[in-house]
């Protein structure tokens, strides 16, 4: 039988890629960057600077800062599910994914 070279090659399936997904964008949630340590291969700060409406962090430095952050949650949430919507469809189907499902395959 020839060996063609790629029977060990193991296939990315949707759903390692889904979860990539999911870890990668949390990852840049929660730290601001992917990786969460190292040299960034994704910077949040940089990209929102470049995406958003830079009036966005102002407000949220003000909540930060305020005495009543409670008062703000609600915002916060809102904005945190934005932001996170907006990584999910930025990141979505790219290398950095593709190559962490690659990394983490079980």
Same mark, same amino acid.
């Given at each position: 039988? +020839?060996?063609?070279?790629? +029977?060990?090659?193991?296939?990315?399936?949707?759903?390692?890629?889904?979860?990539?997904?999911?870890?990668?964008? +949390?990852?840049?949630?929660?730290?601001?960057?992917?990786?969460?340590?190292?040299?960034?291969?994704?910077?949040?700060?940089?990209?929102?600077?470049?995406?958003?409406?830079?009036?966005?962090?102002?407000?949220?430095?003000?909540?930060?800062? $305020?005495?009543?952050?409670? &008062?703000?949650?609600?915002?916060?949430?809102?904005?945190?599910? $934005? =932001?996170? &919507?907006?990584?999910?469809?930025?990141?979505?189907? $790219?290398?950095? =994914?593709?190559?962490?499902?690659?990394?983490?395959? +079980?």
């Amino acid at each position: 039988m +020839e060996a063609h070279g790629d +029977e060990g090659m193991k296939e990315i399936t949707d759903r390692r890629l889904e979860l990539a997904l999911e870890e990668v964008v +949390e990852c840049i949630l929660d730290y601001g960057q992917w990786p969460r340590k190292g040299r960034a291969q994704f910077d949040l700060y940089e990209y929102l600077m470049e995406e958003r409406d830079p009036s966005y962090a102002l407000e949220m430095y003000v909540a930060a800062m $305020s005495s009543n952050t409670r &008062a703000m949650e609600d915002r916060i949430e809102r904005e945190r599910a $934005s =932001v996170e &919507a907006i990584l999910i469809n930025h990141l979505q189907g $790219s290398d950095m =994914v593709a190559d962490h499902a690659m990394d983490t395959w +079980e």
